[in-house]
């Protein structure tokens, strides 16, 4: 399989993934440059996201690898950023991810591939798209975390309007899902 442009950003968005882990395990308040780096390495992971959709899209590279990699890469991107940024113990207090927070995130897409996964397996295949409401939660996903960062002064009311879409998005999947579900056994 060659790949194209599209899918070698996505690749090159995953292979960012231990950069960013490092950088933000690694950090302490008298290491700031290590939070400055993650700041730069998930802006980076994000232009990446941007850049593979617009050429897939405007250069006719969609393929079904890429229709695999691009949200594999996102998923494992923001999962990894909302654990570790968790687990940081060296952020300032305001600054914190609660667990609760963390378990929507992750409970969110866990739901969304097992769904796709056993569509998947009734159906023989799998022509789900990313709905309104789950690209502005992933673009959301991704604010909170460079507002986090950043050290945002509004970090808390971003947060909470993530979690608020993050659920809305999750029951909107699960509400399609259910439909595609049951076309499925009605043939």
Request: glycine letters at 6%.
């Given at each position: 399989?060659i790949?194209n442009?599209a899918?070698?950003?996505?690749i090159?968005?995953?292979l960012?993934?231990?950069?960013?882990?490092a950088?933000?395990?690694?950090?302490t308040p008298d290491?700031?440059?290590?939070r400055?780096?993650a700041?730069?390495i998930f802006?980076?992971a994000?232009?990446?996201?941007?850049?593979?959709?617009?050429?897939?899209?405007?250069?006719?590279?969609?393929?079904?690898?890429g229709?695999f990699?691009?949200p594999l890469?996102?998923?494992?991107l923001?999962i990894?950023?909302?654990l570790c940024?968790?687990f940081?113990k060296?952020?300032p207090?305001?600054f914190?991810?609660?667990p609760?927070v963390?378990?929507i995130v992750?409970?969110?897409?866990a739901i969304i591939?097992?769904?796709?996964?056993?569509?998947?397996?009734v159906e023989?295949?799998?022509n789900i798209?990313?709905?309104?409401?789950?690209k502005i939660?992933t673009?959301?996903?991704?604010?909170?975390?460079?507002?986090l960062l950043?050290?945002l002064?509004?970090?808390?009311?971003?947060?909470?309007t993530?979690?608020f879409?993050?659920?809305l998005s999750?029951l909107d999947y699960?509400?399609i899902?259910?439909?595609?579900f049951?076309e499925?056994?009605?043939h």
């Amino acid at each position: 399989m060659i790949l194209n442009l599209a899918n070698k950003l996505s690749i090159f968005r995953i292979l960012l993934i231990p950069l960013f882990l490092a950088s933000v395990m690694y950090y302490t308040p008298d290491k700031d440059y290590l939070r400055l780096l993650a700041i730069g390495i998930f802006f980076l992971a994000i232009l990446s996201d941007i850049l593979d959709g617009y050429i897939a899209r405007t250069r006719g590279l969609r393929s079904k690898a890429g229709a695999f990699l691009d949200p594999l890469a996102d998923k494992l991107l923001l999962i990894t950023a909302y654990l570790c940024l968790s687990f940081v113990k060296s952020l300032p207090a305001q600054f914190k991810l609660a667990p609760w927070v963390v378990i929507i995130v992750i409970s969110r897409d866990a739901i969304i591939v097992l769904g796709s996964a056993i569509i998947c397996m009734v159906e023989g295949k799998l022509n789900i798209s990313p709905t309104i409401l789950g690209k502005i939660t992933t673009f959301l996903q991704m604010v909170t975390v460079l507002a986090l960062l950043s050290q945002l002064k509004g970090f808390s009311y971003i947060m909470h309007t993530m979690v608020f879409f993050t659920v809305l998005s999750g029951l909107d999947y699960i509400r399609i899902g259910s439909r595609l579900f049951n076309e499925a056994g009605a043939h």
